[in-house]
């Protein structure tokens, strides 16, 4: 077995998006983290959007400097492996459009702003917006 890449898959794209999220509620740049890691701020992208591979030992670097245990980066991440029925459906994995999603720069702040809106008729209404303007309910 020596020297194939594998791709990316799901869990990649999920465990890079809580990369981005938990960077960005510390407050910190993509520069500054690729300067802690010794590698550049496109790597660090390319990291987040889940579209490289991140290998255990970078992973550990990264929840140092992040100040989370390693686990945090799988949090409800998609399952792979025997599971229940029961447990796959309760842990569905995310598709891979909501995991690019959360991992863009507009999709991670339009997110935390819907977040913050406090009536759920004005959050359906933006939602019922967004689904007219996109074409159509199921885009």
């Given at each position: ?63 140092r400097i992040l100040d989370v245990p390693v686990a945090f980066f ?66």
């Open positions: 077995m020596g020297g194939s890449v594998k791709k990316s898959n799901a869990i990649d794209a999920h465990v890079g998006g809580r990369v981005r999220a938990r960077r960005d509620k510390r407050g910190m740049t993509q520069e500054v983290l690729a300067e802690a890691l010794g590698i550049s701020y496109q790597q660090i992208q390319k990291l987040e959007e889940g579209t490289n591979r991140i290998g255990a030992g970078r992973l550990q670097q990264i929840a799988f949090k409800d991440a998609p399952h792979a492996g025997h599971t229940s029925t029961s447990a796959k459906q309760k842990h569905a994995p995310m598709p891979t459009y909501m995991s690019k999603f959360v991992a863009s720069d507009d999709g991670l702040a339009l997110m935390k702003a819907f977040m913050h809106i406090p009536d759920p008729q004005l959050r359906r209404i933006i939602v019922m917006l967004v689904e007219r303007l996109a074409g159509g309910e199921n885009q």
